[in-house]
């Protein structure tokens, strides 16, 4: 069974908007990580943000924030500001576990292209 | 700061030859994990090792194998090369925390492999 949904295959967006991309996702298990990567056309998978579930506050990193909804199981990325160079493929992922080496598990990402 | 090194960038291969994937993890971090991304596809996992000792498998054929040696690199073997195998291969390096936390980790550039 998929344990992580991203519903939006792509969108566009303007430059200088804000995006915000779904995922959610699916574990029985209370001690797990939420994680975002940018993964651009070039191929390398950038690490942009991540939740753990045991943490109280939405996580932050700069233009990326992470808009979490523990009882819903979600845990969207808001992008703010949109630039150009956020054009790529976004993946949210999870690891689940009181393991802290467990395997990731992707969504099957989200292709943002970011217009003038 | 140092991120996860994989070598080489690009290989390509005929079918039926083998090849070496290299990734060298951040340094201390002890958990390595292998993924496999075919195109238009999100990230799967292969095989992880933590302190050297495979720590879980994933989709990972027969005809594949992998170590972690004693300065924690790691190194991922193909043999009989198949064109289905050209895909780009991901290593990700991560540390481990206290028990019941999740932790962050960082991808390498990737390895694209092509057989022909």
């Known amino acids: 069974a998929q344990k992580i949904t991203q519903t939006q295959p792509g969108m566009f967006v303007q430059e200088k908007e804000a995006v915000t991309l779904d995922c959610t996702y699916d574990?029985?298990?209370?001690?797990?990580?939420l994680f975002w990567y940018k993964q651009p056309s070039s191929g390398e998978m950038i690490f942009l943000i991540y939740?753990?579930?045991?943490?109280?506050q939405n996580a932050t990193e700069g233009r990326y924030s992470l808009n979490f909804q523990k009882a819903r199981k979600s845990a969207n990325l808001v992008i703010s500001a949109s630039q150009l160079g956020d054009s790529a493929m976004y993946f949210c992922?999870?690891?689940?576990?009181?393991?802290?080496?467990?395997?990731?598990?992707f969504g099957a990402g989200t292709q943002v292209v970011v217009t003038p | 700061a140092a991120g996860v090194i994989q070598s080489p960038r690009h290989l390509i291969k005929e079918k039926r030859e083998t090849a070496t994937l290299k990734c060298y993890p951040i340094?201390?971090?002890?958990?390595v994990y292998w993924y496999q991304q075919g195109p238009g596809q999100d990230p799967q996992f292969l095989i992880s090792?933590?302190?050297?000792?495979?720590?879980d498998k994933g989709s990972i054929p027969d005809r594949f194998s992998a170590q972690q040696f004693s300065d924690y690199h790691s190194e991922l073997n193909m043999s009989s090369l198949e064109l289905g195998d050209s895909a780009l291969y991901f290593c990700?390096?991560?540390?481990?925390?206290?028990?019941?936390?999740?932790?962050?980790?960082?991808f390498g550039q990737g390895t694209r492999l092509t057989v022909v």
């Open positions: 090792f933590y302190e050297k000792m495979q720590s």
């Open positions: 574990t029985s298990d209370p001690s797990y990580g």
């Open positions: 939740q753990g579930s045991y943490d109280q």
């Open positions: 340094p201390r971090h002890d958990t």
């Open positions: 992922a999870m690891r689940e576990g009181t393991d802290s080496w467990g395997k990731f598990q």
């Open positions: 990700a390096s991560s540390l481990v925390a206290g028990r019941g936390r999740n932790t962050e980790a960082f």
